[in-house]
């Protein structure tokens, strides 16, 4: 079992930034891919960013890329999403989730945190 605890949401105006943070209980953290989703209000989960467990393989939603940055690490069993130029847009509730595939796709990951608002005013 890994326990994901997400931190760092808050407002913030368009154009500025937020920092993102996750953290895992187990110390097994650095064999899964971690992966950032979102949930905006009246829409489904989607895929933001994710980072193979060596954090050689990264990939983003085109509609973050160039915004966002994800990084990990392994010795604190961390994983981070560094938010830059937000828009009203990026408004969702953020979860963080652990798999054992390096993937987009919300069905493959195993444990989900409990997700962090971040609120982006025009």
């Known amino acids: 079992q890994v326990q994901l605890v997400e931190s760092g949401g808050g407002l913030v105006q368009a154009g500025g930034s937020l920092r993102l943070s996750c953290a895992a209980s187990?110390?097994?953290?650095?064999?899964?891919?971690m992966g950032w989703f979102r949930r905006a209000p009246g829409k489904e989960r989607e895929f933001v960013a994710v980072i193979s467990w060596g954090g050689g393989s990264i990939y983003y939603a085109d509609s973050v890329k160039d915004r966002f940055t994800i990084s990990r690490d392994n010795a604190k069993n961390t994983v981070a999403l560094q938010m830059n130029s937000l828009k009203p847009e990026d408004t969702a509730v953020y979860y963080c989730?652990?798999?054992?595939?390096?993937?987009?796709?919300?069905?493959?990951?195993?444990?989900w945190g409990q997700g962090t608002q971040v609120t982006v005013s025009s």
């Open positions: 989730a652990a798999g054992r595939v390096t993937t987009t796709q919300t069905m493959e990951y195993d444990y």
């Open positions: 187990r110390h097994t953290f650095g064999t899964y891919a």
